[in-house]
């Protein structure tokens, strides 16, 4: 089983990466797993760009190939925002709830609730080579919170063609439709890709 440093320390992310990647036969070490303590600074101006920040500094850290990935909620009425600011959207302590809180009463008055979730995961290895995956996930915003699985803006998140938020659906319902999965399973192609080319 091959060995991947994951750069995330979110719980949510590394249990989401974990389920997918094992059907790859990718065995994930966490920052925790590997003993490495380290500030990023995420100075990219895009997902991929902030992304590759990580996965590069966890490549040299820890000599095996990491994954890393950059994720946020583009809400088109409030012009892109919170975007790649998602996880800090509305002040730095906030909890998940309470930041779904903060969205909500910006939109409080806003009908068209149209939005996305975006995923870039990039993978940096040892001898220099990028593999990187972008997926989306279409949806709106709903106007209250609802249901209590999954983490950050689950509970506002309406998926397109559903009446549930993602934090209404199972674990293996929302790896099926998630920006997250969709972008690790096209990672998990360009990766079985680049092997392939790599054993000529």
């Keep these: 089983m091959s060995k991947f440093a994951l750069a995330t320390a979110n719980n949510g992310k590394i249990n989401e990466m974990r389920s997918i990647l ?41 000599c095996l190939p990491a994954i890393a990935d950059d994720s946020g909620l583009i809400v088109e009425s409030l012009d892109g925002k919170p975007g790649l600011y998602s996880s800090s959207y509305g002040g730095e302590n906030l909890s998940c709830k309470e930041r779904c809180e903060f969205l909500l009463s910006e939109m409080k008055k806003m009908e068209h609730r149209a939005a996305k979730f975006v995923c870039t995961i990039i993978c940096v290895f040892p001898s220099g080579d990028i593999l990187s995956a972008t997926g989306e996930c279409h949806g709106k915003i709903a106007w209250h919170i609802q249901g209590s699985g999954g983490f950050g803006y689950d509970p506002v998140f309406i998926p397109e063609g559903m009446s549930k938020t993602i934090a209404q ?30 054993q000529k």
């Design 22 to 62: 094992s059907e790859l036969n990718i065995s994930v070490l966490t920052r925790a797993e590997l003993g490495i303590n380290i500030d990023i600074e995420e100075t990219g101006t895009t997902f991929s760009e902030n992304a590759t920040l990580k996965a590069k500094a966890i490549c040299i850290a820890s």
């Design 169 to 198: 659906l199972s674990p293996e319902e929302k790896n099926a439709i998630s920006h997250r999965g969709v972008a690790l399973r096209e990672f998990a192609k360009v990766l079985k890709a680049y092997y392939t080319e790599n």
